[in-house]
């Protein structure tokens, strides 16, 4: 809990590829009002859909209290980018934010959240992924975010692609029998794996509706099916890959550290969770893994109480 600032409010934003969650917070971190909205990526969505939806929930959240949030966090993908950041702390502007606007990796804020604001580890896996850590020191290292065209392994539209892959080599022939092909098919309502071609490349597969694909991998792997096991095993090894990167460049190896797991594909995936933990205890055998169980706009609204008393020190990038 934090004291001495009763009539200070803060918003602590997490802004990310399927949803938005906006919190506003007193000076001693009572969460007031929350509001959702879809996600808000720049690479995705685009700046006004962004302005648009970030708008949205600070409206809601703020309500008929006519407060003014001294500080306000927002957690969102890509801002490690310079342009992204400008393009964001213009956003911010816009609606009416000239100061007192803090804006960080999204992967920071579910850190904060789930291992305070010491040195921790974060995987996210959800409709993207990355690892992300920071030391004592106060130095962060980061693998992966780098969208689902040039990376995200282990997130969700990585392992339906990978889904979707099996399927349609099994039909050529290439790859061994699935109980993907049937769960796939079903799924989508399609004849036939040809039906795939019209659907991902002349209906536009949506991002997001990658996500029941990969639930498909969950089921077809829990019925035994070889083909998905080894998606699933290799999204894991992935996934441990990233954080192994983040560890070694911060020299984390021998520490004692919480490493916080987070997004939909752990959510939906318990599976995952267990092989990830194993992977981790090779990895960082001092670290402490855990699922974040709750809301990761809790460790905006920890950074925006942090700044407005000057305490605050984003990790600066090795």
């Avoid at 803090?102 to 010491?118: H, P, S």
């Avoid at 990376?151 to 099994?170: N, P």
């Avoid at 991998?217 to 090894?237: F, K, N, P, W, Y």
């Avoid at 959510?267 to 402490?288: I, L, N």
């Amino acid at each position: 809990m934090y004291h001495n600032f009763p009539d200070m409010h803060v918003l602590g934003i997490d802004a990310g590829g399927s949803k938005t969650v906006c919190l506003l917070a007193d000076g001693e971190g009572n969460v007031l009002a929350e509001a959702r909205g879809p996600g808000a990526n720049l690479q995705t969505s685009g700046e006004l859909e962004v302005e648009k939806v970030l708008h949205q929930v600070i409206d809601e959240a703020i309500g008929d209290r006519g407060v003014q949030p001294q500080i306000v966090c927002v957690g969102i993908a890509g801002v490690d980018r310079p342009r992204d950041s400008q393009a964001l702390a213009t956003i911010m502007r816009r609606l009416g934010f000239k100061s007192g606007t803090l804006i960080v990796n999204d992967a920071l804020v579910a850190l904060v959240a789930g291992a305070g604001i010491g040195p921790g580890l974060v995987i996210v896996a959800g409709t993207g992924s990355i690892a992300y850590g920071r030391d004592a020191a106060g130095r962060a290292a980061r693998a992966g975010g780098w969208g689902y065209l040039l990376g995200d392994e282990g997130a969700g539209f990585w392992i339906g692609r990978l889904a979707l892959s099996a399927v349609v080599r099994q039909f050529d022939g290439r790859a061994p029998d699935t109980m993907l092909t049937r769960l796939v098919l079903e799924h989508m309502r399609l004849d036939s794996p040809r039906d795939l071609i019209q659907v991902v490349y002349e209906g536009g597969l949506h991002r997001q509706s990658m996500a029941g694909v990969a639930l498909l991998v969950r089921d077809a792997a829990d019925g035994g099916d070889a083909v998905a096991r080894d998606i699933l095993a290799r999204a894991s090894a992935e996934l441990v890959a990233a954080a192994a990167s983040v560890v070694s460049k911060l020299e984390m190896r021998g520490l004692p550290f919480r490493t916080v797991l987070t997004g939909g594909v752990f959510r939906g995936m318990p599976a995952m969770v267990a092989t990830v933990a194993a992977g981790m205890a090779e990895v960082a055998p001092r670290s402490e893994v855990r699922c974040l169980e709750v809301e990761p706009a809790l460790g905006a609204v920890s950074l925006a109480l942090e700044a407005a008393r000057g305490r605050v020190a984003v990790p600066t990038y090795l």
